[in-house]
């Protein structure tokens, strides 16, 4: 059992963690991707400016080859006979003209306004003056560069593309990996003590998942032997205690009648539950409980069972449902949530019937919070001051008995639609929902008539 306190509000938290889930192959394709886009522009500039260079260094030797060609023909006929050769141009650049003052042949390259390039050549005349070359790049040049700029942009396009179909096939193996190992982790933690990581995820090749995977077996095992161990000594505990407290209730009976003797009797009482409710705890853990299974019409079985718990509670039939289960662990769970309403809540308690849906609720402050977020924990009721308040295993035995049933066991508080946080639980709702199957994959069988 436990006590119920006021429920703070944890939207705000959750409210306040907002995070995009991706897929691992489409974190590896895009990040394939960004790299091979960065690295086929970076390969682009370097071979386009490459090429560009050699081109316009071809351009200067043969416009330097064909000045020299045009100085010997001038100082041979005293004529300028040769194609684009100039004397003395005054659009001859500044920087040019300075190295041909200078005494030197030389060449330059300067950019037009549509960003062609211009090649110029010159070289001194004997009599002082300069004779200039002026050509500009050549179509051909300027198709080849323009051919070549595709040809990058195609293998680039390739590149990513490749990269990004790479990514998503390494990354997706990887990822069916990790879920694999992911759901036979979840199998391990539901209570499938046979089930491996290392052989759900399979495979031939070997990597880190194989290393993870041996990692969470490994640890899986030594945590089922530390809780079966765990859970031995508390049924050894708990049987050899059966004995002694049965004895002490015997002997307690057998004192005269008075109000010492009704203390010892209720203590004793009190242990034996406790004792029985610890074995009970210590079965269901061992995962060894297995239903008797039994058609029953719902509504009308747990009218009857309330009806004998408590006369006062209020029974609901919103709609009848026949279901297969087993009656006694049923009515345990019912016994054992209507206890727990009676002694932590406040009237009216109501138990509503709908389809295969059973709730439990009463008017009191709620469950407390941490019963919420993590589900019922044996010898936790909610209380700072246990006496005569239970021992937090009710609900765990509900819960057990559940799983046996095949059946899913929530809790919720009720409160008042828009309420800020500060205002209290208007009730606590406890809801068993029955399976639409009968719970064979647990092992249980049905009775015979």
Not at 195 to 223: F, Q, Y
Not at 308 to 316: F, L, S, T, W
Not at 338 to 362: F, K, M, Q, S, Y
Request: proline share 5%.
């Amino acid at each position: 059992m436990r006590v119920r306190r006021r429920l703070g509000s944890r939207v705000g938290s959750v409210g306040s963690r907002v995070a995009i889930r991706t897929g691992l192959r489409w974190k590896l394709s895009a990040a394939i991707a960004l790299v091979g886009a960065l690295v086929a522009i970076v390969l682009s500039l370097v071979v386009h400016n490459a090429a560009r260079v050699s081109m316009l260094d071809n351009a200067r030797d043969l416009a330097d080859e064909r000045i020299q060609i045009a100085q010997r023909s001038y100082e041979q006929s005293k004529r300028l006979n040769f194609p684009n050769a100039t004397i003395d141009d005054p659009e001859l650049p500044a920087a040019l003209r300075e190295k041909v003052e200078e005494g030197r042949r030389a060449t330059y390259v300067t950019d037009t306004a549509n960003g062609t390039p211009d090649i110029w050549a010159a070289v001194p005349l004997n009599n002082g003056r300069v004779m200039s070359l002026h050509t500009g790049f050549t179509d051909r040049s300027e198709d080849i560069l323009a051919d070549l700029d595709q040809a990058l942009l195609i293998g680039s396009i390739a590149v990513v593309f490749g990269g990004s179909a790479l990514g998503v096939l390494v990354g997706g193996q990887l990822s069916r990996r990790l879920r694999k190992a992911a759901a036979a982790a979840h199998q391990v933690a539901s209570g499938e003590p046979d089930v491996r990581v290392r052989d759900a995820i399979g495979g031939v090749v070997r990597d880190e998942t194989d290393d993870l995977a041996s990692a969470v077996d490994a640890m899986a095992d030594a945590l089922q032997q530390r809780l079966e161990a765990e859970r031995r000594v508390t049924a050894d505990i708990a049987h050899e205690l059966r004995t002694p407290v049965t004895g002490l209730l015997t002997a307690a009976e057998l004192l005269p009648p008075g109000r010492p003797t009704e203390l010892v009797l209720d203590r004793a009482k009190a242990m034996r539950t406790l004792v029985e409710d610890v074995l009970e705890v210590a079965r269901l853990d061992s995962a060894s409980e297995r239903a008797e299974l039994q058609d029953i019409m719902l509504g009308e079985f747990v009218s009857r069972r309330v009806a004998v718990k408590d006369p006062a509670i209020e029974v609901r039939v919103v709609h009848e449902s026949e279901v297969t289960t087993d009656p006694r662990r049923l009515e345990r769970v019912l016994f054992n949530l209507l206890a727990n309403a009676a002694r932590h809540g406040r009237p009216p308690i109501e138990v509503t019937v709908e389809g295969r849906v059973i709730r439990v609720r009463d008017h009191g402050p709620g469950f407390p919070e941490d019963l919420l977020a993590a589900g019922p924990s044996r010898f936790r009721t909610g209380s700072s001051d246990r006496s005569g308040r239970g021992h937090g295993l009710g609900l765990t035995i509900a819960a057990g008995q559940a799983r046996v049933l095949g059946a899913r066991l929530t809790f919720r508080n009720v409160r008042p639609a828009g309420a800020p946080d500060h205002v209290p639980s208007e009730g606590a709702v406890a809801v068993l929902w029955l399976p639409e199957h009968a719970p064979t994959n647990t092992g249980s069988y049905p009775m015979l008539p």
